[in-house]
T-cell receptor
Framework: ETGVTQTPRHLVMGMTNKKSLKCEQHLGHNAMYWYKQSAKKPLELMFVYSLEERVENNSVPSRFSPECPNSSHLFLHLHTLQPEDSALYLC??????????????FGPGTRLTVL | AQSVSQHNHHVILSEAASLELGCNYSYGGTVNLFWYVQYPGQHLQLLLKYFSGDPLVKGIKGFEAEFIKSKFSFNLRKPSVQWSDTAEYFCAVTPRDNYGQNFVFGPGTRLSVLP
């Protein structure tokens, strides 16, 4: 148990559906991250939030919409996804986004399948 | 932009064999370096990290890594592997002058240890 939880663990959705992924961290961290893990590809950083403010968006399509209502919770809202968006979506947190404190703690991930 | 390469996609060893997994990064500035492990069906966990000081870093479960600045390398080693070390191993880099926001992972190396 890393202190970072994600729900749901598995999600199957059609291309016209709207769904949300949830991440919660119980570590008192100030920075949270969304990653995409696809087969045979490096982990891709999608979004970074520091103190509830988005600080990075790595050119992610607008069909992915993050929300960070407070430092403990992070959401990823999904709509009109494509089959190639099927992947494992990982949430992580770190103490902050500052120098020397950026060991990341990962959640178990949500396995997303888009039909 | 920085990048991380890992030399081997899949390594197969017998128990008690020695392990070395290669990791090279490209970035001109000062970096923090990490090795993460993902056991089958489990979340990513930190094995070890290097921020500064002694370039030979010891981590959990008998793993160690050596930072060689001149070679931009951070290879992971273990003198004698066990079947339970079967997992995927990811090297990661973050530039220290970018406040840890650009966390870049390598593509991963799958290690299979035969009993």
């Amino acid at each position: 148990e890393t202190g970072v939880t994600q729900t749901p663990r598995h999600l199957v959705m059609g291309m016209t559906n709207k769904k949300s992924l949830k991440c919660e961290q119980h570590l008192g961290h100030n920075a949270m991250y969304w990653y995409k893990q696809s087969a045979k590809k490096p982990l891709e950083l999608m979004f970074v939030y520091s103190l509830e403010e988005r600080v990075e968006n790595n050119s992610v399509p607008s069909r992915f919409s993050p929300e960070c209502p407070n430092s403990s919770h992070l959401f990823l809202h999904l709509h009109t996804l494509q089959p190639e968006d099927s992947a494992l979506y990982l949430c992580a947190s770190s103490q902050d986004a500052g120098e020397g404190s950026n060991e990341q703690f990962f959640g178990p991930g949500t396995r997303l399948t888009v039909l | 932009a920085q990048s991380v390469s890992q030399h081997n996609h899949h390594v197969i060893l017998s128990e008690a064999a020695s392990l070395e997994l290669g990791c090279n990064y490209s970035y001109g500035g000062t970096v923090n370096l990490f090795w993460y492990v993902q056991y089958p069906g489990q979340h990513l966990q930190l094995l070890l990290k290097y921020f500064s000081g002694d370039p030979l870093v010891k981590g959990i479960k008998g793993f160690e890594a050596e930072f060689i600045k001149s070679k931009f390398s951070f290879n992971l080693r273990k003198p004698s592997v066990q079947w339970s070390d079967t997992a995927e191993y990811f090297c990661a880099v973050t530039p220290r002058d970018n406040y840890g926001q650009n966390f870049v992972f390598g593509p991963g190396t799958r290690l299979s240890v035969l009993p």
